[in-house]
């Protein structure tokens, strides 16, 4: 079907990462346990597709759902920074509208993504971050989580081998490591959506900020062309604005959805960085278009079960 364009379906993708994800590195466990949850998000995402849910409102869902699981680096289990703490960043953007939500830098809340969606629903910024940020979501009543909910063992190991290191580290250098969550919707009316969430990298800088939460660089929608959201090596992904290179090369260079999303990970490669991306087009299927090892990926549709895939040799 992505030969034509046309899918006329609703769609959602998820991603939890992307990296050194390696068959037979992967313990057996691990990769059971992926694809477990995987295929539970996806499913409940194909039953808000199927009751007329708008695509924000599954994106959001879908990403909430991964921040709430530890095996990933966003919300709970998110890296650490030097500190020792967690500064989480997320986002979201309506197609439709060009509404768009955002924070960075926040400290003590279970989900960001709904802090994210608090902001575009508010609709005076697009971007808090920090203290502001964490005022915002005080009055906004969002949930909140102390460190004993958001730090976890692993994550406190991976500081320490990091610390030890003396490097700042994407949690997906390490064999087997997940990472940033996200997902994109495409939903009956033809909304289309993107949401990501990060915890960034071990032992970064405190206040560092990376591609997720910047609309046009780790996430984007916009109905006439794409949704996408990205994960990678965040300062690279920055530097070449990632998304909004592939909406470009779809509304002004006539590229097909999958040869502007390689495009724009040449440029990012070229950068020295690695990554990838969920992408839906405006009528198109879904794909991830990476250049890792791996990259953890799963996509639906009220007519189809749920599709997982984690290495490079799979669909």
Do not use: K
Request: charged share 25%; net charge negative; glycine share 14%.
């Amino acid at each position: 079907m992505e030969a034509n364009g046309f899918y006329s379906g609703a769609t959602l993708a998820i991603h939890g990462g992307a990296g050194r994800i390696v068959r037979g590195r992967m313990p057996g466990a691990r990769d059971a346990e992926l694809r477990a949850v995987l295929a539970r998000v996806l499913g409940e995402g194909r039953a808000r597709l199927e009751a007329g849910v708008r695509a924000l409102d599954v994106v959001q869902h879908a990403v909430e759902a991964l921040e709430d699981d530890p095996l990933f680096n966003a919300g709970r289990g998110s890296a650490l920074t030097s500190d020792g703490g967690v500064e989480m960043d997320a986002a979201l953007m309506d197609g439709e509208a060009g509404a768009a939500g955002a924070v960075a830098c926040v400290r003590a809340v279970r989900n960001p993504i709904a802090l994210a969606r608090r902001v575009l629903d508010d609709g005076r910024h697009v971007l808090l971050v920090g203290e502001g940020a964490q005022r915002f979501a005080r009055e906004c009543g969002v949930t909140g989580a102390d460190d004993a909910w958001l730090i976890t063992d692993e994550r406190r190991a991976e500081l320490a081998s990091a610390r030890a290191a003396g490097r700042v580290s994407l949690d997906r250098d390490e064999p087997g490591a997940l990472g940033t969550v996200g997902a994109v919707a495409r939903d009956a009316r033809g909304r289309l959506a993107a949401a990501t969430s990060t915890g960034g990298m071990t032992n970064q800088l405190p206040g560092r900020v990376g591609d997720s939460a910047i609309l046009g660089a780790g996430t984007w929608a916009d109905d006439a062309t794409c949704a996408i959201s990205a994960t990678g090596h965040g300062e690279a992904f920055l530097r070449v604005a990632f998304a909004h290179e592939v909406d470009a090369a779809l509304r002004l260079g006539g590229l097909t959805l999958r040869a502007a999303c390689e495009h724009a990970l040449a440029r990012v490669a070229a950068r020295g960085g690695e990554g990838g991306c969920i992408a839906l087009g405006a009528r198109g299927t879904p794909l991830a278009a990476f250049n890792t090892q791996g990259m953890v990926r799963g996509w639906v549709t009220p007519s189809s079960s749920p599709a997982v895939a984690l290495y490079a040799d799979e669909p």
